[in-house]
């Protein structure tokens, strides 16, 4: 049984939400106070956060709060709040009125891909994806078996990356996380970094499988079956 999360004003939508998920063997939490909804993250262990929210600006928020998957609901399915939420850390996205099959399904899709990324984690603080072995402890890193060297900021980038695995991550996200806010560069640093990190992670650097680019969203690590 999944633990769930569920934050939105509509009492209506939540008990629906609840219902269909409870069908489902989750167990559900509904909280009609974001506030209250957002510190409930810190303080009880879910598997999955429903957001149901008008634009992405509690978004964000939300993300800043917890890595585990997050799936928004917006009033309807206008193409630009749901890209602005996908950008502001959303896993998925959808419009009201829900389609419930369709809905449920992508809760049990979110949740299982949440069961796969957990595995790769060896131990507290070593992570294990695609070939790649980081231990943050050491703060080393081995490559399919062999000592990769890396700068520090290619490290903290690498790090950022498979803490995240299977999510794309803005390059301004990136920017900020590893450089700051006050840093005085600009998106061409994230794209040489990842360019440098692709040298030394990828099998071949030209058609990286690894680390994938996605024009206009980001990067994002991906967990290759076939190099664990």
Request: glycine share 6%; hydrophobic share 35%.
């Amino acid at each position: 049984m999944s633990e769930i999360l569920v934050i939105g004003k509509n009492d209506s939508n939540n008990e629906m939400i609840r219902d269909y998920l409870e069908m489902h063997d989750h167990d559900v939490t509904v909280e009609t106070d974001e506030n209250v909804g957002m510190a409930m993250l810190k303080e009880k262990r879910f598997s999955l956060v429903i957001f149901e929210c008008e634009n992405d600006l509690p978004v964000a928020k939300c993300r800043q709060k917890t890595n585990i998957p997050l799936i928004v609901i917006l009033p309807d399915n206008s193409e630009t709040p749901m890209i602005k939420a996908f950008k502001a850390g959303a896993d998925d996205c959808m419009g009201l009125p829900l389609r419930m099959g369709e809905f449920t399904a992508r809760v049990d899709a979110k949740l299982e891909q949440y069961r796969r990324l957990i595995q790769f984690r060896v131990g507290r603080d070593v992570i294990s994806i695609s070939g790649v072995r980081l231990d943050m402890n050491a703060r080393s890193v081995e490559v399919r078996g062999e000592k990769c060297r890396l700068t520090n900021k290619e490290y903290e980038l690498l790090k950022y990356l498979m803490l995240h695995a299977e999510r794309m991550i803005d390059g301004r996200v990136l920017y900020s996380e590893i450089w700051g806010d006050d840093f005085n560069g600009s998106k061409a640093t994230v794209v040489v970094h990842i360019r440098k990190l692709r040298e030394k992670i990828e099998e071949d650097p030209k058609h990286p499988r690894i680390i994938e680019t996605s024009w206009g969203e980001g990067y994002c690590f991906r967990s290759l079956q076939d190099n664990e």
